[in-house]
Nanobody, 115 residues
Framework: QVQLVESGGGLVQAGESLRLSCTAS????????MGWYRQAPGKQRELVAL???????TYADSLKGRFTIARDNAANTMYLQMNGLKPEDTAVYYC?????????WGQGTQVTVAS
């Protein structure tokens, strides 16, 4: 069983930044890809960004330029740097990891952006 622990959420003002972290209980080298997703109240969970074992990255088109995904393989930790936050970025942010055919999720961390 893979455990993913997110941290770094909180309440910020519009225009400010936050950095989320996700630490895995297994080596990143065993993970096919990792990603960040978010779910706002009353909406479906959506992709924010992905990073593969080869360190390629993919972003939701609407978030390119403001959000950056990164990984520290030695620390088994993935990050999401979020700049220029907007009220519409308010959501629970989830870390996800895919190993072979299985997908694991973290418990989520709340990000609230006040206008």
């Amino acid at each position: 069983q893979v455990q993913l622990v997110e941290s770094g959420g909180g309440l910020v003002q519009a225009g400010e930044s936050l950095r989320l972290s996700c630490t895995a209980s297994v080596s990143f080298f065993s993970i096919t890809y990792m990603g960040w997703y978010r779910q706002a109240p009353g909406k479906q969970r959506e992709l924010v960004a992905l990073t593969t074992s080869g360190s390629s990255t993919t972003y939701a088109d609407s978030l390119k330029g403001r959000f950056t995904i990164a990984r520290d393989n030695a620390a088994n930790t993935m990050y999401l740097q979020m700049n220029g936050l907007k009220p519409e970025d308010t959501a629970v942010y989830y870390c996800s990891a895919k190993i072979q055919l299985l997908t694991f999720w973290g418990q989520g961390t709340q990000v609230t952006v006040a206008s």
